[in-house]
Structures are given as structure tokens and as C-alpha cells.
């Protein structure tokens, strides 16, 4: 078999082993024991994690031979890294609090990111000399595993909301808990949709008249049944039904369109699929959630989110500003450019400097800490997906 | 100043909240931190006289004031986060390729969105004076919060005592009554805080266990790096800090190194650009997907030579060999401070081009004679050996019609064309003749003789960029102090457990900064094996 055939096998298994590991994690709420180190499910739970993670390890190792460079390239094999550095991240927080249901929780968000980032494109690919570098290695590895560690963060944020937010009454907080909850929902729909239609083998062409610098009209393929198109585009393939709507002009950049279109799609089976959660549970998603959480101790999922805030912090600094600025002295030479990325990284290190003072200066803890948990992954997030895909700028390598 | 003594016989500076020595309440101080309206202290800054919190009347006191408050450092931050997000909206102008002014590009991109943007002075955000002042005023909240609390806690961990007052280790977080507790419990828990690396004071039989002091002083460390870090940007504004100048060297080329006032010269001896195999197996299928060609390596093969000279204008340098070498995308070259990075290249300029000369009629199109133009130098005029004479009337390097008139778009020969009078033997008046690429005219449609291009040499050029940048190491440490002071704070706790006898057994009380999780777990091991329960946790108890 080939090498890079068994590394893409490796990543299936680590994707179900993970999957296995959370229903494992989810067993352990069931259990009448209240010590939850003796937990026979937790530790079932935690032992398939890590051969799942060997699992990746091993995934990414034989990609390096096979690629003969760091996968770390692309938007595929980074967003895949970042998988693998959550759960690493888990990992090392599990067996600091042995806190079984963050599993629950984490593992969850690993597996979508996982299944996201399979939607990108993912044969192996030559690196070009911006990337040729140990520096990717360094940057890139830090600056994930930072992410990661701030992102079970949210996960324990998450959990912590989940948990105490009165769910007896609609509130504008349960709303917002909602659409957290819905978000996750339009991943899911995103990834449900993208490998729908890939396996129906769907493609259409439009073809977009010259505009502005390009002088010759081009051609954009998509790979979803275009709700909208195109500004201005027609139709290359026979047959295929036509767009409902056109993308507002005022869309610039390469694919822009493609990309709402995507959107689009990812939004509604997100919204398909929470209502049918919200009909099956005939309430609240978070309001279903809570009866199974009555003896997580808020307190101890406060610190969780807290303390992975305090060590994901440097790493994050250490990675995405300090490794980030020497990389970008020596290849572009210079150490800041105000590129969206940078501008990016250095809006999640203010804000969770904010969280750190307000925490440990304003004794901002539990609820409010939680709220600060979800919106610094929103903004991680935002970095990961949105400037590689929306805001132009240097760190386009997808 | 008015000086508090305590009951205990410390005496402690004004504004003091929680006696440096024992720890008691100074009762006209309490509504400072807040302890008036909870059960627990607040131990924040151990209850140490902050400036910020004790004098508030001159026109210092206030600024002093303002920038120490963690709600202003945290606004302030927060202000800059939401500015530094709106900047990513549409491309800065630093940013942006387009050869379009600024005024232009807005609009004409974005509409009217993008013509708000640049008329808000978006398109130049980081550079604009609102946003200095804003890093500046972090800067300075960074200074005076720092001071304003390192020196207080400094003193009042420094002067603390075993021995508690009673009010201090009722109102910790962490606290227990062990009324049962036996002497050899209390020696027990003695050495098992010894054995967990605690640093244990003892003064008639109270206890002092402390570790990781050294971690409170993390944050000040860490804002000391940023501040050499600020200061270290605020030097870029100092012109002869840095230097930051391009040069296009030619194949085959020596030219002065911008920006090394004339100390520094380059060869490019080579440009070489490498394209990956599309047929290498491992890529295929990416490449294809790219559309072909995906860059491996842009490299100049250099040589640099030192002045030896005096420099003199006019004068033609004596230049010494001093390195060669290789500069690639990420490996710049380094000389004495100057480093040299691969930034740019052009491909194919032409470098001569060799032309005949032929009677108009002859089929064959046998030379009467041949001659070499330099494009970069061309000579005005071309003697050939049979006293033909041509003479260069005009040379357009980049050749385009602008307003139905020839001109040049630029200076280097990427597309040139060239307007030739030619003059044969005895002849006065001379035949025009206009010859580009892919053209070759006769004005006049009577020449007898026409011009042909029979060979043409070309050449790469590559661009690089020369930098020295003496602020990266105040960079570099600022950054090294910052990490240094975030590790220490963020990665060890200040913990605190006091053990106070009493006529029956003993208290205990624990506080830790940061991650009781672990300040419990250590407490349990402490009290392992005696019969003391460990401490409850008064504040888990009011959720």
C-alpha cells in the first residue's frame, strides 16, 4: 500500500476512534458512582482517545514522508493539525481535573474540525519558496497547538453555560446559547452538504465576464447546486439548474461568490437540522442538555476554562506573534505588515489579554468568563476560516 | 502621611488595607477592596497600600489614577482590538498592489462602502495618529498600573508574618477548624508541606507554608517586556534606526547596494528560478490542480564586494571581493548588519539585440553588414565596415502608443522598438526606418534598404531588497522578557496555607492567586493521615 494511502487511512481511524471515545464520554453521565475517577467509562473513554491520537500521530508522520515536508501547508493539513493538537490539548487537561464530560464536550469540536477540514482539497502538495522553510514547522505547530489549548477553553465555556444558564425562561442569554449551539449545527451542515454532493459527483461551470484587472473572462466551478451565482455569470454546463439569485457586485475577489453560495447552503442545513433537533426535543437544545449535566461542579469547569486560557496564552503568544514576526522578518523581510492574519492573531492576543484581566484583575468568573470563552474561539475561528477565505492577504494558502 | 499601626505592633503606610504583618482588617480601608459587602477578602494585592486607591486630589493623582485602573487598561485594549479589526475590512493602502491612488482604489473597488472607508482614514488605520495615541496610552497604563501595585505587593509580601490574625484566616477562601486535631497532626501536616516543596516559617507555633512566590511577579516582568518592546517600535520612527532600500541588479550586473551609502557593491552572477516536475509523481495531481506551474526556488547567486576607495563622485570605485553567495526566499544573505532578501525578479530582458542591414529588393536577403544594439547603453550611431552609417534617431525601451504618439512605458528594455536612419555611402539625406517586435515599417514606403533582427540576447533580473534594522533587538529582548514574565505568572502559583494553634487543636487557612484546584490537591496530601478534615471552600459553598 501506498504511504500516503495508509496516511489517509490512519485519519479515518483516528476520526472513529474519537467518535467511539465521546459516547464513551457520554456513558460516563449516566453512571450512579459519584467519584468520577473511578468512572469505568471515563477511562475507556481517555484510552481510546489516545490511541485515536497515536492514531493521527501516525497519520502525520507518514504524510511528512510522503510529502517530504511538514503537512502544514494547506488549509486541509492545518486545520487537520488543529484537530489533532485539540485533542492533545484535552488530553493533558483531562489528566489535570479528570473531568470525564468535557469529553464530551472537546472531543465533539475535535471531530468537526476533523470533517471540516477534509472538505479542502487534499492531495499532497509541493511547497512554494515562501513556505520552504523550518519556520512553517515552528509557527505553524505553535501557533495551533496555542489555538487548541485556548479553544478547550470554549468547550469548558460551553459546558459551563450549558450548565447554569436558567433555562426555565426565554432569555436573550438562552438565545444566544442557542445560536452558539446552532453554529455548531451549520458546521455540521456544511460538512453534510459538501460530501453530498461530492458523492453525487455534482459540478456546474459559470462562466464570468473580464472585469476590472482581468482581461479575459474566467470560468468558476461549483461543487453545490448554485443557489447564488456569480455576478454577471452564465451557465457552462447543460442541463444544470440555474441560479436563483446573482452575488451583489459590490462581492470582490476570487470565488466570492462561490464562497456565499457555500455559506448559503451550510446555514440552511444548519437550520434544517436545529429544527429537527428542537422538534424531536421539543425544547431548548441546551435546555435538553442540562438535566444530564446535574453533577458537573460548575466551579471545577470554571477553572478548566480558565486554566487552559492561562496555558494556551504563551503558547499562543509564542507561536502566532513572537515565531510569526522572526518567520515574517526573514521571508518578507519584515517582522510586522498589518496583514489580515497578523492584524487577526494580534486581535486574539488582545482579547484574551482582556480575559486575563478582567478575570484576575475584575474577578470576572464564572458566567462572564464562559461568555469570554465562546467569543475568543469565535475569534480564533474567524482567523482559521474567514481571513484565509474572505479578507485578502498573504496567508491565502489554501 | 498617616502611618496605621496595628494592634499587632506593625506599623503600615497609608491606604493600607489588610495589615502587611498579620493580615487584620484596617477597618476605615475596607470599602477600597470591597471587603465591606463579602465574607471573603479580597486578596488581590494582599490587601498593600496601592497609591491609586489612597490619594485622588492634584491633577497627578487623578492621571495617576486613570491610567492605573484595570477597567481603563482594559478598555483601552478593548478600543484598540475593535480599531485593529476594522483596518482588515478592505486592504490597507500599505497593503495594496493597485496601481490605482488611494482616492481611487476605494471607490472603485468597494463603492461607496470603500469611499467612506478611505475618506474615515481607514486605509492607512495603523499609521494614523488615533491609533498611536491609543498604543501609547496601553504603554503608559502599562507603566503606571505596573508601579502602582509591584511596589505594595513587594513590601507587603515582604513583611508578612506567620502569625494571623484571627479575622484574616476566617475571611480566607480557604479555611478549617481542626478542634480535634492532635501536636502529632500538627507536625505531620508540617512535614508533609515540607515534603510538597513548601517553604515553611514558624513563630510560636504559627505557620507560615508559602510557595511560588516568584510567580507574582510575573505580570510586572511581562509588561516590562512589553514596554522595551513598544520602545523598541517607537525607535522605527528614528530614520537613522533602520534602512530599507531595493535594487535591481542585471545578469552578469555590479551594482551599488542601496542603502550602504556606497560601502557595498553586488554582482548578480546568476537568477534562477525552478519550477516543480509536473510529471514528479508525488505531486501530479496537485500541480494539475494548481494549473501547472508551481514555484520551487527563486535564488540570485551573489558576490559582494567592499569599497576600497575613497567615494568620490565620478570616480569609478575600487571594489575588494568580500562574500559570495546564494540568496533565496527565506535565506537572505547577511554583510555586516545588512541583510539581502530575494524579493522580486523579471524574466527575459532583452540585453543586446543584433540587427543586418539588406537591400529591400534581394529576396535572399544577403547582409551588406551587421550591428549590435546595448539596450540598457545603446550608441547613437553604427558605422558598418562598407561605409554604411546608421544612426540611432529614437529607441523606446517598452514601447506603447500613447495618444497615436510613440513612447516608452518604462525605462527598462522589456518590449523596445527603435526608429533608424540609415545613411549609405555619400548619401546626405537618410532613409527612416521603424522596427519593434513583430513590425517592421517604412514610413516613407521608398527605402531601398530595409533592417532585420537576426539575433537577440536577454537576461534576468532580479530584485532584492537590503535591510538593517538595529530596533530587533530591542525587539527581540522585549519579546524574550515578555515570554519569560507570561511563563511565570501563568504557569506557577503563588500558594499560601497558615496553620494557627489553638487552646484545642488548630485553623487552617490557604490562599492561592491562581488554580485552587491545585492549592486543594496539596492541601489534601498535607493533611493526609491526620484526622483533620481538609478546609472547606467558602465559596464553592455559597453557589
Given at each position: 500500500?501506498?504511504?500516503?494511502?495508509i496516511?489517509?487511512?490512519?485519519?479515518?481511524?483516528?476520526?472513529?476512534?474519537?467518535?467511539?471515545a465521546?459516547?464513551?464520554?457520554?456513558?460516563?453521565?449516566?453512571?450512579?458512582?459519584?467519584?468520577?475517577?473511578?468512572s469505568?467509562?471515563?477511562?475507556?473513554g481517555?484510552?481510546?482517545?489516545?490511541?485515536?491520537f497515536?492514531?493521527?500521530?501516525g497519520y502525520?508522520?507518514?504524510?511528512?514522508?510522503a510529502?517530504?515536508?511538514?503537512?502544514?501547508s494547506n488549509?486541509?493539513?492545518?486545520?487537520?493539525?488543529?484537530?489533532?493538537?485539540l485533542?492533545?490539548?484535552?488530553?493533558?487537561i483531562?489528566?489535570?481535573?479528570?473531568?470525564?464530560v468535557?469529553?464530551?464536550?472537546?472531543l465533539p469540536i475535535?471531530?468537526?474540525?476533523?470533517?471540516?477540514?477534509?472538505m479542502?482539497?487534499?492531495?499532497?502538495?509541493p511547497l512554494?519558496?515562501?513556505?520552504?522553510?523550518?519556520?512553517?514547522?515552528?509557527?505553524?505547530?505553535?501557533?495551533?497547538?496555542?489555538?487548541?489549548?485556548?479553544?478547550?477553553?470554549?468547550?469548558?465555556?460551553?459546558l459551563?453555560?450549558?450548565?447554569?444558564?436558567?433555562?426555565?425562561?426565554?432569555?436573550?442569554k438562552?438565545?444566544?446559547?442557542?445560536f452558539?449551539?446552532?453554529?455548531?449545527?451549520?458546521?455540521?451542515?456544511?460538512?453534510?452538504?459538501?460530501?453530498?454532493?461530492?458523492?453525487?459527483?455534482?459540478?456546474?461551470?459559470?462562466?464570468?465576464?473580464?472585469?476590472?484587472?482581468?482581461?479575459?473572462?474566467?470560468?468558476?466551478d461549483?461543487?453545490l447546486?448554485?443557489?447564488?451565482?456569480?455576478?454577471?455569470?452564465?451557465?457552462?454546463?447543460?442541463?444544470?439548474?440555474?441560479?436563483?439569485?446573482?452575488a451583489?457586485?459590490?462581492?470582490?475577489?476570487?470565488?466570492?461568490?462561490?464562497k456565499?453560495?457555500?455559506?448559503?447552503?451550510?446555514?440552511?442545513?444548519?437550520?434544517v437540522?436545529?429544527?429537527?433537533?428542537?422538534?424531536?426535543?421539543?425544547?431548548?437544545?441546551?435546555?435538553?442538555?442540562?438535566?444530564?449535566?446535574?453533577?458537573v461542579k460548575?466551579?471545577?469547569?470554571?477553572?478548566v476554562?480558565?486554566?487552559?486560557?492561562?496555558?494556551?496564552?504563551?503558547?499562543f503568544?509564542?507561536?502566532?506573534?513572537?515565531?510569526?514576526?522572526i518567520?515574517?522578518?526573514?521571508?518578507?523581510?519584515?517582522?510586522?505588515?498589518?496583514?489580515?492574519k497578523?492584524?487577526?492573531?494580534?486581535?486574539?492576543?488582545?482579547?484574551?489579554?482582556?480575559?486575563?484581566?478582567?478575570?484576575?484583575?475584575?474577578?470576572?468568573?464564572?458566567?462572564k468568563?464562559?461568555?469570554?470563552a465562546?467569543?475568543?474561539f469565535?475569534?480564533?475561528?474567524?482567523?482559521?476560516?474567514a481571513?484565509?477565505?474572505?479578507?485578502?492577504?498573504?496567508?491565502s494558502?489554501? | 502621611?498617616?502611618?496605621?499601626?496595628?494592634?499587632c505592633?506593625?506599623?503600615?503606610?497609608?491606604?493600607?488595607?489588610l495589615?502587611?504583618?498579620?493580615?487584620?482588617?484596617?477597618?476605615?480601608?475596607?470599602?477600597?477592596?470591597?471587603?465591606?459587602?463579602?465574607?471573603?477578602?479580597?486578596m488581590?494585592y494582599?490587601?498593600?497600600?496601592?497609591?491609586s486607591?489612597?490619594?485622588?486630589?492634584?491633577?497627578?493623582?487623578?492621571?495617576?489614577?486613570?491610567?492605573?485602573?484595570v477597567k481603563?487598561?482594559?478598555?483601552?485594549?478593548?478600543?484598540?482590538?475593535?480599531?485593529?479589526?476594522?483596518?482588515?475590512?478592505?486592504?490597507?493602502?500599505m497593503?495594496?498592489?493597485?496601481?490605482?491612488?488611494?482616492?481611487?482604489?476605494?471607490?472603485?473597488?468597494?463603492?461607496?462602502?470603500?469611499?467612506?472607508?478611505?475618506?474615515?482614514?481607514?486605509?492607512?488605520?495603523?499609521?494614523?495618529?488615533?491609533?498611536?495615541?491609543?498604543?501609547?496610552?496601553?504603554?503608559?497604563?502599562?507603566?503606571?498600573a505596573?508601579i502602582?501595585?509591584?511596589?505594595?505587593?513587594?513590601?507587603?509580601?515582604?513583611?508578612q508574618?506567620?502569625?494571623?490574625?484571627?479575622?484574616f484566616?476566617k475571611?480566607?477562601?480557604l479555611?478549617?477548624?481542626?478542634?480535634?486535631?492532635?501536636?502529632?497532626?500538627?507536625?505531620?501536616?508540617?512535614?508533609?508541606?515540607?515534603?510538597?516543596?513548601?517553604?515553611?516559617?514558624?513563630e510560636?507555633?504559627?505557620?507560615?507554608?508559602?510557595?511560588?512566590?516568584?510567580?507574582?511577579?510575573?505580570?510586572?516582568?511581562n509588561?516590562?517586556?512589553?514596554?522595551?518592546?513598544?520602545?523598541?517600535?517607537?525607535?522605527?520612527?528614528?530614520?537613522?534606526?533602520?534602512?530599507?532600500?531595493?535594487?535591481?541588479?542585471?545578469?552578469?550586473?555590479?551594482?551599488?547596494?542601496?542603502?550602504?551609502?556606497?560601502?557595498?557593491y553586488?554582482?548578480n552572477e546568476?537568477?534562477?528560478?525552478?519550477?516543480?516536475?509536473?510529471?514528479d509523481?508525488?505531486?501530479?495531481?496537485?500541480?494539475?490542480?494548481?494549473?501547472?506551474?508551481?514555484?520551487?526556488?527563486?535564488?540570485?547567486?551573489?558576490?559582494?564586494?567592499?569599497?576600497?576607495?575613497?567615494?568620490?563622485?565620478?570616480?569609478d570605485p575600487?571594489?575588494?571581493?568580500v562574500?559570495?553567495?546564494?540568496?533565496?526566499?527565506?535565506?537572505?544573505?547577511?554583510?555586516?548588519?545588512?541583510?539581502?532578501?530575494?524579493?522580486?525578479?523579471?524574466?527575459?530582458?532583452f540585453?543586446?539585440?543584433?540587427?543586418?542591414?539588406?537591400?529591400r529588393?534581394?529576396?535572399?536577403?544577403?547582409?551588406?553588414?551587421e550591428?549590435?544594439?546595448?539596450?540598457v547603453?545603446?550608441k547613437?550611431?553604427?558605422?558598418?565596415?562598407n561605409?554604411?552609417?546608421?544612426?540611432?534617431?529614437?529607441?523606446?525601451?517598452?514601447?506603447?502608443m500613447?495618444?497615436?504618439?510613440?513612447?516608452?512605458?518604462?525605462?527598462?528594455?522589456?518590449?523596445?522598438?527603435?526608429?533608424?536612419?540609415?545613411y549609405?555611402?555619400?548619401?546626405?539625406?537618410?532613409?527612416?526606418?521603424?522596427?519593434?517586435?513583430?513590425?517592421?515599417?517604412?514610413?516613407?514606403?521608398e527605402n531601398?534598404?530595409?533592417?532585420?533582427?537576426?539575433?537577440l540576447?536577454?537576461?534576468d533580473?532580479?530584485g532584492?531588497?537590503?535591510?538593517?534594522?538595529?530596533?530587533?533587538p530591542?525587539?527581540?529582548?522585549?519579546?524574550?522578557?515578555?515570554?519569560?514574565?507570561?511563563?511565570?505568572?501563568?504557569?506557577?502559583?503563588?500558594r499560601?496555607?497558615?496553620?494557627?494553634?489553638?487552646?484545642?487543636?488548630?485553623?487552617?487557612?490557604?490562599?492561592?492567586?491562581?488554580?485552587?484546584?491545585?492549592l486543594?490537591?496539596?492541601?489534601?496530601?498535607?493533611l493526609?493521615?491526620?484526622?483533620?478534615?481538609?478546609?472547606?471552600?467558602?465559596?464553592?459553598?455559597?453557589?
Amino acid at each position: 500500500m501506498e504511504l500516503s494511502t495508509i496516511s489517509s487511512n490512519l485519519l479515518y481511524a483516528s476520526f472513529f476512534l474519537y467518535l467511539i471515545a465521546t459516547f464513551f464520554f457520554g456513558g460516563t453521565i449516566r453512571e450512579k458512582d459519584a467519584q468520577q475517577k473511578e468512572s469505568k467509562a471515563g477511562k475507556i473513554g481517555i484510552t481510546i482517545t489516545i490511541i485515536g491520537f497515536v492514531a493521527q500521530v501516525g497519520y502525520f508522520i507518514t504524510r511528512w514522508i510522503a510529502s517530504q515536508h511538514a503537512p502544514l501547508s494547506n488549509l486541509f493539513e492545518y486545520t487537520t493539525f488543529f484537530g489533532m493538537m485539540l485533542v492533545l490539548a484535552f488530553i493533558v487537561i483531562y489528566f489535570i481535573y479528570r473531568l470525564n464530560v468535557l469529553g464530551l464536550f472537546v472531543l465533539p469540536i475535535a471531530l468537526l474540525i476533523i470533517a471540516y477540514a477534509s472538505m479542502f482539497p487534499s492531495e499532497i502538495s509541493p511547497l512554494i519558496p515562501a513556505l520552504n522553510t523550518h519556520w512553517l514547522y515552528i509557527h505553524v505547530s505553535t501557533v495551533s497547538l496555542g489555538q487548541a489549548i485556548l479553544a478547550v477553553s470554549f468547550g469548558a465555556g460551553l459546558l459551563y453555560l450549558i450548565k447554569t444558564l436558567d433555562q426555565t425562561e426565554r432569555t436573550k442569554k438562552n438565545a444566544w446559547l442557542e445560536f452558539i449551539i446552532y453554529t455548531l449545527f451549520a458546521v455540521i451542515g456544511f460538512i453534510v452538504i459538501t460530501s453530498g454532493f461530492r458523492l453525487g459527483g455534482y459540478e456546474v461551470t459559470f462562466e464570468v465576464p473580464a472585469e476590472g484587472e482581468a482581461m479575459e473572462a474566467s470560468t468558476v466551478d461549483y461543487t453545490l447546486l448554485p443557489i447564488v451565482g456569480p455576478t454577471d455569470g452564465t451557465l457552462q454546463t447543460e442541463g444544470a439548474t440555474g441560479p436563483l439569485l446573482e452575488a451583489p457586485s459590490w462581492m470582490q475577489g476570487e470565488k466570492a461568490a462561490r464562497k456565499l453560495n457555500t455559506m448559503i447552503w451550510s446555514l440552511l442545513v444548519g437550520l434544517v437540522l436545529y429544527v429537527l433537533a428542537r422538534l424531536i426535543l421539543r425544547k431548548r437544545v441546551a435546555a435538553a442538555i442540562q438535566p444530564k449535566l446535574s453533577r458537573v461542579k460548575p466551579s471545577l469547569v470554571d477553572e478548566v476554562s480558565y486554566r487552559a486560557v492561562a496555558i494556551g496564552f504563551p503558547v499562543f503568544t509564542l507561536g502566532g506573534l513572537i515565531f510569526a514576526m522572526i518567520w515574517a522578518q526573514i521571508a518578507w523581510n519584515r517582522f510586522w505588515g498589518w496583514d489580515p492574519k497578523e492584524v487577526w492573531a494580534l486581535i486574539t492576543w488582545l482579547f484574551y489579554a482582556v480575559f486575563l484581566h478582567l478575570r484576575l484583575g475584575a474577578g470576572w468568573h464564572g458566567e462572564k468568563s464562559a461568555w469570554l470563552a465562546v467569543i475568543g474561539f469565535a475569534i480564533i475561528m474567524f482567523n482559521l476560516i474567514a481571513v484565509n477565505l474572505v479578507l485578502a492577504g498573504l496567508h491565502s494558502y489554501a | 502621611m498617616n502611618k496605621i499601626k496595628c494592634e499587632c505592633g506593625h506599623v503600615n503606610p497609608e491606604g493600607t488595607v489588610l495589615c502587611e504583618a498579620c493580615g487584620k482588617p484596617v477597618e476605615e480601608n475596607q470599602h477600597i477592596d470591597g471587603n465591606n459587602e463579602n465574607k471573603l477578602l479580597n486578596m488581590r494585592y494582599d490587601g498593600s497600600a496601592r497609591r491609586s486607591k489612597t490619594y485622588n486630589k492634584t491633577i497627578v493623582d487623578k492621571i495617576w489614577n486613570f491610567f492605573s485602573s484595570v477597567k481603563v487598561g482594559v478598555w483601552l485594549i478593548a478600543v484598540t482590538l475593535i480599531a485593529s479589526s476594522l483596518g482588515t475590512i478592505f486592504p490597507q493602502e500599505m497593503n495594496n498592489q493597485s496601481p490605482l491612488p488611494a482616492e481611487q482604489y476605494y471607490e472603485e473597488n468597494y463603492g461607496m462602502a470603500g469611499q467612506i472607508y478611505y475618506q474615515l482614514g481607514f486605509h492607512d488605520l495603523y499609521g494614523s495618529w488615533w491609533y498611536m495615541i491609543l498604543i501609547a496610552s496601553i504603554g503608559v497604563s502599562l507603566v503606571i498600573a505596573s508601579i502602582d501595585r509591584v511596589v505594595p505587593l513587594y513590601r507587603s509580601l515582604k513583611k508578612q508574618k506567620p502569625k494571623r490574625h484571627e479575622t484574616f484566616m476566617k475571611r480566607q477562601r480557604l479555611f478549617g477548624q481542626a478542634e480535634y486535631a492532635s501536636e502529632q497532626d500538627y507536625h505531620r501536616v508540617i512535614d508533609q508541606l515540607k515534603e510538597r516543596r513548601y517553604k515553611v516559617i514558624q513563630e510560636n507555633g504559627h505557620v507560615l507554608a508559602e510557595k511560588g512566590r516568584f510567580s507574582r511577579w510575573g505580570p510586572y516582568v511581562n509588561h516590562i517586556g512589553l514596554i522595551i518592546f513598544l520602545l523598541g517600535a517607537l525607535l522605527r520612527f528614528v530614520p537613522s534606526m533602520y534602512v530599507d532600500a531595493n535594487v535591481w541588479v542585471r545578469e552578469g550586473e555590479t551594482k551599488m547596494l542601496e542603502g550602504t551609502e556606497g560601502e557595498y557593491y553586488i554582482k548578480n552572477e546568476d537568477f534562477i528560478v525552478e519550477m516543480y516536475d509536473e510529471n514528479d509523481e508525488r505531486y501530479k495531481e496537485s500541480i494539475e490542480k494548481q494549473g501547472g506551474s508551481v514555484p520551487k526556488n527563486y535564488q540570485t547567486n551573489a558576490v559582494l564586494y567592499q569599497r576600497t576607495d575613497e567615494s568620490l563622485p565620478g570616480v569609478d570605485p575600487e571594489l575588494k571581493q568580500v562574500k559570495e553567495g546564494e540568496i533565496r526566499v527565506n535565506e537572505p544573505l547577511k554583510i555586516d548588519g545588512f541583510a539581502i532578501y530575494q524579493t522580486t525578479y523579471q524574466l527575459n530582458e532583452f540585453k543586446t539585440m543584433t540587427f543586418k542591414l539588406h537591400e529591400r529588393s534581394d529576396a535572399d536577403e544577403q547582409s551588406i553588414g551587421e550591428f549590435t544594439v546595448n539596450l540598457v547603453d545603446p550608441k547613437s550611431e553604427y558605422t558598418l565596415d562598407n561605409g554604411y552609417r546608421i544612426e540611432l534617431y529614437d529607441y523606446y525601451p517598452e514601447f506603447e502608443m500613447k495618444d497615436g504618439v510613440p513612447s516608452s512605458f518604462s525605462k527598462y528594455p522589456k518590449d523596445p522598438a527603435f526608429v533608424f536612419h540609415v545613411y549609405p555611402p555619400g548619401q546626405e539625406e537618410p532613409e527612416v526606418n521603424f522596427l519593434a517586435i513583430g513590425s517592421n515599417l517604412d514610413p516613407s514606403g521608398e527605402n531601398q534598404y530595409k533592417i532585420g533582427i537576426t539575433d537577440l540576447e536577454m537576461r534576468d533580473v532580479t530584485g532584492l531588497t537590503i535591510r538593517k534594522d538595529y530596533t530587533l533587538p530591542f525587539l527581540g529582548i522585549g519579546g524574550a522578557i515578555f515570554m519569560i514574565g507570561v511563563i511565570q505568572g501563568m504557569y506557577w502559583n503563588h500558594r499560601r496555607i497558615w496553620i494557627q494553634p489553638k487552646e484545642q487543636g488548630f485553623w487552617v487557612a490557604g490562599h492561592t492567586n491562581k488554580n485552587w484546584f491545585g492549592l486543594k490537591k496539596d492541601l489534601e496530601k498535607a493533611l493526609d493521615g491526620t484526622s483533620v478534615e481538609p478546609p472547606e471552600d467558602q465559596q464553592e459553598l455559597k453557589e
